[in-house]
């Protein structure tokens, strides 16, 4: 009989799809590298100035270079879920001290230096690009400042695509839940629905118009910031290059009096950076659009070409949610497992929306280590549904998480660096010292002991009470009663807390310290330091589909027994959830908070699906609730809480 093949892991099949999307992202980033080429390429030639495979396809291909590091980067630092922290100055704090800014910093200054290389290599001669001015016969040679600006400029934007992109989060995809789930506008479903082409077509004019603004605003300021700050800087840098190549320039070369500045330099700056923004930009957007398509291969789940397909989904339902800690971040890691367990969840929501056959297979699947496969489906959805009480019960009562976090044997004792000690009896009468570092141990010893026998001073004791009294009678002569008031410690702190407060109503600046509403439930609720919520309403909509659909596929009975776990699941998150959103109090540092803003998007989707669930399965087993095991109280709390909802299945 023939070996049992291994069944594959959920990574296995997920890389070879993100390789494919990948490709398809790269292709589109080498359309703009393509354009860029016959851009900034030399004209003198109608033909030779378009034709690929001639100097444009050659600058094509080296211009590719910069979004293929904007690639790796996203590709190394992919993850799903919005980064879920209480204020934006802890999401600088946490994320600051991880390698992922050094990476984002290092990738986008390597693209823009290759840039502008393979930019002043494709420009004619007549841009005066050159690194050298030639001189007359009788001079020597001097570094041409115009391509040391430029070299600048594009340094500086890509300074300010590092921030922009760590501020946006590009690396987040946006998962079922954020694309059109759950009572989104018309036009984000269209959008969510339609082909990347399509989608990346209607995105594109925004993303144009933004870089225009970009370019020109560095355009105009870009000159005057390179004039006061690295001027000097950047001549005295590219002096030391030219002296280590070897080139014929005196090392003590001085700057010109006046910047090199001309309408045709500024016009080329203007162009140069609107095309090294688009091949950024526009290689993100692509990237972005092409990698958050749903897990699906040729009309089907990217699991089905697996050997064993249930097998497959079960690894990836089953990667680690919560990962090695340091404090409270995670260490590296944690991306890639959040990216499998996300995709494994899209995919089960969309088996158990679409796929009637896959459903079926998952519930005939009864021999499988650990259980029937629904079994550890359903397992799996209700702990990461379950996370959502876990964690709000961990907030109000966080002793008894961290006491439960702290198992037997798990504390280590430090390494004993002194000497241990004596066992023999204390109370004998110590023999006399019979060297002379016993006999200076035993003198130290006793000055110890007669100084720790005193007791330290009190309130009470007359050293005290007159010190006191010299320092009441120093104040009361040397200050007025208004200036004793002014320094007593409830004055100064309440005038503190005034300028704290008015220092947060600032706009704009005071916004990175405000521990808003929303952020701070986003972080109870759905966990740190990457939201799960794209993952928990999947689940639920994963549990909802497949127990209404077993009543006529489910031939041996196993999802009814499970239908009042669900339910009361669905029944305790949503009445922790809905009574978090209700009482939790706003932090101090929310000065503009208000009632209204307690209605947190991702808690009312998250609150709606649940709702939607508890309706689903009150209309498919409520006609049977005692047979399958579902109590009274049980079903009057869970109609309760679907209310309209029951209306609108019905309908």
């Known amino acids: 009989m023939p070996a049992q093949s291994r069944t594959r892991l959920y990574r296995e099949i997920l890389t070879p799809a993100f390789h494919r999307r990948f490709t398809q992202a790269a292709e589109f980033s080498l359309l703009f590298c393509y354009l860029t080429a016959i851009i900034t390429g030399d004209k003198s030639s109608i033909l030779w100035s378009w034709f690929p495979l001639g100097p444009a396809g050659i600058r094509t291909l080296l211009l590719f270079l910069s979004p293929l590091l904007v690639f790796v980067l996203r590709v190394a630092q992919l993850h799903c879920g919005i980064r879920s922290t209480v204020s934006p100055f802890h999401t600088f704090r946490r994320f600051l001290s991880r390698r992922d800014v050094l990476e984002t910093s290092f990738c986008y200054v390597l693209s823009a230096l290759l840039f502008s290389e393979v930019y002043i290599w494709s420009v004619p001669s007549e841009a005066n690009l050159s690194w050298v001015l030639q001189a007359r016969s009788w001079e020597r040679q001097r570094l041409n400042e115009r391509p040391i600006y430029l070299r600048s400029l594009y340094l500086g934007l890509a300074l300010f695509q590092t921030a922009d992109h760590l501020w946006f989060d590009y690396d987040k995809i946006k998962g079922s839940a954020d694309k059109a789930h759950h009572g989104s506008s018309a036009e984000e479903q269209a959008q969510s629905a339609a082909s990347p082409a399509n989608e990346l077509k209607s995105k594109f004019p925004k993303l144009l118009q933004r870089i225009g603004i970009i370019s020109l605003v560095a355009a105009i300021i870009g000159p005057i910031i390179y004039s006061l700050t690295v001027r000097k800087l950047a001549w005295r840098t590219s002096l030391a290059c030219a002296r280590f190549l070897r080139w014929d320039i005196p090392a003590t070369a001085e700057l010109s009096i006046i910047p090199p500045y001309h309408i045709t330099l500024v016009a080329r700056s203007l162009l140069s950076g609107f095309c090294l923004l688009l091949l950024w930009q526009g290689s993100n957007l692509a990237f972005g659009v092409y990698v958050a398509q749903e897990p699906i291969k040729r009309g089907q789940p990217l699991t089905q070409d697996s050997n064993d397909p249930n097998g497959s989904l079960l690894n990836g339902l089953k990667s680690s949610k919560l990962l090695v800690k340091v404090g409270s ?323």
């Not at 995709?343 to 699947?365: H, M, Q, T």
């Not at 959103?581 to 609150?607: C, G, I, K, M, Y």
Request: net charge positive; hydrophobic share 35%; aromatic share 8%.
């Open 329 to 651: 971040f995670t260490l590296e890691g944690a991306s890639a497992n959040n990216l499998r367990q996300a995709f494994s969840f899209w995919e089960l929501a969309l088996i158990s929306k679409g796929y009637p056959a896959r459903r079926v297979s998952i519930f005939k699947d009864i021999d499988r280590s650990g259980g029937p496969a629904w079994s550890q489906i359903s397992s799996e959805c209700l702990k990461m549904i379950q996370g959502i009480t876990t964690r709000i019960s961990e907030h109000i009562n966080p002793s008894s998480g961290q006491q439960a976090s702290i198992q037997p044997g798990q504390l280590q004792s430090l390494p004993r660096i002194g000497i241990p000690p004596k066992e023999e009896p204390v109370f004998l009468k110590s023999p006399p010292p019979s060297s002379q570092r016993e006999m200076i141990e035993g003198k130290i010893g006793s000055f110890a002991r007669s100084y720790g026998n005193h007791p330290p001073p009190t309130n009470g004791s007359p050293i005290v009470q007159q010190s006191k009294h010299y320092l009441e009678q120093a104040r009361t002569k040397l200050l007025t009663p208004e200036q004793q008031e002014a320094i007593s410690p409830a004055h100064v702190k309440s005038t503190l807390d005034t300028y704290l407060i008015r220092f947060l109503r600032i706009p704009y600046i005071s916004h990175p310290f405000r521990q808003t509403f929303a952020r701070r439930i986003r972080s109870i609720a759905f966990g740190q330091p990457f939201s799960q919520f794209v993952s928990i309403v999947d689940a639920i909509d994963a549990l909802t589909n497949m127990a209404t659909a077993s009543i006529k596929e489910d031939d041996y009975g196993k999802v009814a027994k499970d239908v009042p776990a669900i339910l009361k699941t669905f029944t305790m998150t949503h009445q922790s959830l809905e009574r978090l959103a209700n009482t939790l109090q706003p932090h101090w540092t929310d000065v503009e908070f208000a009632e209204s803003q307690r209605q947190v998007e991702d808690v009312q989707v998250t609150l709606a699906a649940l709702r939607h669930g508890l309706a689903e399965l009150l209309k498919a087993f409520g006609g049977f609730a005692r047979e399958i095991g579902l109590e009274d109280k049980d079903m009057r709390t869970a109609r309760a809480i679907a209310g309209n909802q029951m209306q609108v299945v019905k309908n």
